[in-house]
């Protein structure tokens, strides 16, 4: 399943963005058996999952972002979405979306990763 992630922006700090990855090409059905995980990666650091959804809903969250971010599917329109709310400055990292899949009790990414979309939070 390809995704693509964009929505992003620049944002003050306690400001909201709304991302969206998209699954254009991809068959309903398909879509919507798949796991989902929004990455992000800031600059000299690795990329860490913020947030996931799996095919049944159910959601997870990084600590850093619990209570403030929200992560939503949209099978019909094969699209996860992640609402961003009370921004701080250390959310500023390109964020990716991809599929995701357990492994050895990881959630792990196993599709092709995009471009990504770019937060910046300023102070």
């Known amino acids: 399943v390809q995704l693509q992630a964009s929505g992003g922006g620049s944002v003050q700090a306690g400001g909201s963005l709304r991302l969206s990855c998209a699954s254009p090409?991809?068959?309903?059905?398909?879509?919507?058996?798949?796991?989902v995980g929004w990455y992000r990666q800031a600059p000299g650091s690795q990329r860490e999952l913020v947030a996931r959804?799996?095919?049944?809903?159910?959601?997870n969250y990084a600590d850093s972002v619990k209570g403030r971010f929200t992560i939503s599917r949209d099978n019909s329109k094969k699209k996860v979405n992640l609402q961003m709310n009370s921004l701080k400055p250390e959310d500023t990292a390109i964020y990716y979306c991809?599929?995701?899949?357990?492994?050895?009790?990881?959630?792990?990414?196993?599709?092709?990763w995009g471009q990504g979309t770019l937060v910046t939070v300023s102070s």
């Open positions: 991809n599929s995701i899949k357990m492994v050895d009790s990881t959630w792990t990414p196993f599709g092709n």
């Open positions: 959804i799996t095919s049944s809903f159910d959601t």
């Open positions: 090409r991809s068959i309903t059905s398909v879509f919507s058996a798949y796991a």
